[in-house]
């Protein structure tokens, strides 16, 4: 069994209420800041898995939560700058619609024009 360690207890408490007061700024959280978050929690209870089968459950937490912010991270930049292209890609397609409709009214109203004359 696991013995229940105070150092451990209290840090990750500590680390707990750090993030949930990192996280309750009036924005929401990007999806970078998602991907650290997962990454550093997925990490560290892995880690602390792992740590618990080696006798130091505490550093493996360390090390997997840091492991995991790092990837969490790397991942939710790509996913963050991939949003951020789509939304520039949309937002020409958008500005090309327009231009198509205007210049389909305009034929428009040349074919009016011409067959007024």
């Known amino acids: 069994m696991i013995e ?5 207890t209290i840090g990750i408490t500590m680390l707990g209420l750090m993030l949930i007061a990192g996280c309750s ?3 929401p959280l990007s999806t970078r800041e998602k991907g650290t978050l997962y990454g550093a929690g997925g990490g560290a209870a892995t880690g ?6 080696t006798g ?3 550093l493996g937490a360390a090390i997997g939560g840091g492991l995991g912010a790092v990837g969490g991270a790397l991942v939710g930049n790509q996913m963050q700058n991939n949003e951020r ?7 020409q397609i958008s500005s090309q619609q327009q231009q198509i409709q205007q210049q389909q009214q305009q034929i428009q109203q040349l074919k009016q024009q011409q067959q007024t004359e």
Do not use: W, Y
Request: avoid cysteine.
């Open 4 to 8: 229940r360690h105070p150092k451990l």
């Open 25 to 27: 700024g009036s924005d």
């Open 48 to 53: 602390a898995i792992v740590g618990a089968f």
């Open 56 to 58: 130091n459950p505490g």
């Open 85 to 91: 292209q789509q939304a520039e890609t949309q937002s």
